[in-house]
Structure formats: C-alpha cells, structure tokens
C-alpha cells in the first residue's frame, strides 16, 4: 500500500510481522513492532488531513481473543485511532474503498465454523455485523466494498451482496 502526503510518499507492508514504511528507495522510515493480521488500506482523509494506515491488529490466547480496527498516522508519527473492539481470533478477509469504507471477515473461534462480517465506515466506526452461514470454512474470505454495497465471496460458488447502509446488531 502506498500513502502520500506533502509530496512524499511511502511504501507500507508487514515485515517480520511488524508495520514498517519504507520510501521510494526502498530505506526504512519507520517500524511498529506489534503483530499486525491485516494491512487493511490506507484512509486518504480530508486535504488538510493525513492519510492513515488502516490496520488489523488480533489480540487474546487459547481461541480467545478480540481484533482492533486501527488508524495510524502514514507519516510515522505517534498519532491514531483505534475502533471498539469485536470479538474474533483471525482475519479471513478484508476489503476497503477508496473512501475509506471498510468490512473485515472474522473468524470468532477456533471452531472454524462462526464467522462473520463487521463494517466501519471512513472514521472506523462500527456500522454493522453479518453473521456468515455456520459451517466450516478452512480457506479465506473475500471481501469487496463498493461505495453502496459489501460483496462476501464465500467460496467458489456463493456470494453474498450486502447494502452499506444494512445495519444489524
């Protein structure tokens, strides 16, 4: 993923599990040494903004555990947000806009059969939770976000087409 702002840019990836940026000749900028699931996208945000790594970060042991939605700032200062944590132990897939809208497939527990789709908007504010068909499912997710609609590829041969604006608790 590739973040620009005030005619630079950077690189962004996980290395070794950490999130590390890396500009255009490829030296380090900057490292966070957490383990990270998921580089989920970048946020562009407002002009006058800077653009944020949208991150998925899984914490908790033995099948137990939760994942954060997080904004860090693209420019390696210390400056972010993190969502309301859900509940979930691994990501199976995940999908963000161009405007920021994001929905991530969560695995819930270690049973590999309940999983589901949660959906933020712009500033990382949940927006809604799917429950996926309870079975199991040992292969990733896919995960499409148009501006109106959230497209879930669950396997080879069903998709499921959610609205945006579908809110469900």
Do not use: C
């Not at 690189?11 to 900057?30: S, T």
């Not at 970060?57 to 700032?73: A, M």
């Amino acid at each position: 993923m590739t973040a620009t702002h005030q005619g630079k840019s950077w690189q962004i990836g996980i290395e070794d599990q950490a999130l590390v940026a890396r500009d255009p000749r490829g030296q380090e900028a900057w490292r966070i040494g957490q383990r990270f699931a998921a580089v989920v996208g970048i946020v562009p945000g407002l002009p006058y903004e800077v653009p944020m790594v949208r991150v998925a970060h899984l914490n908790g042991v033995s099948g137990r555990g939760f994942l954060e939605l997080l904004d860090i700032d693209a420019t390696g200062s210390q400056r972010g947000q993190a969502a309301f944590p859900v509940r979930g132990i691994s990501v199976l897939g995940h999908g963000m806009n161009a405007d920021g809208l994001t929905a991530i497939a969560i695995r819930l527990d270690a049973s590999i059969q309940r999983d589901y789709v949660m959906a933020y908007d712009q500033r990382g504010t949940h927006m809604w939770a799917w429950q996926l068909p309870e079975r199991p499912r040992p292969d990733p997710v896919g995960v499409w976000v148009e501006p109106a609609r959230v497209v879930v590829f669950l396997d080879t041969d069903r998709v499921v087409v959610l609205p945006i604006a579908k809110r469900v608790e």
